[in-house]
């Protein structure tokens, strides 16, 4: 056991904001390409057919799965502040 305090230092501090900042980027940029995949020429139903096919996971959880992917964005991030 230590005997001295542990103390939390800026560089954790920077360590902690860094990591978050990175893991609100990649939900950002997964929920941006699922909304580009969604609207783009292969229709729902056709990839929801492909990820069955190739995965063996049930289709109305394929659905769900996908759904929830278009919403990480809304349902997990603070919207983008718009420079103005």
Do not use: C, F, W
Request: charged share 35%.
């Amino acid at each position: 056991m230590k005997n001295k305090e542990e103390r939390i230092t800026k560089d954790d501090i920077k360590t902690v904001y860094d990591s978050s900042e990175k893991l609100a980027l990649q939900i950002r940029m997964l929920s941006r390409a699922m909304k580009k995949i969604s609207t783009g020429s292969l229709k729902q139903g056709a990839l929801v057919i492909l990820l069955h096919e190739s995965s063996g996971v049930g289709k109305p959880d394929i659905r769900k799965i996908l759904e929830a992917m278009d919403n990480l964005e809304r349902n997990y991030l603070r919207p983008e502040k718009v420079n103005q």
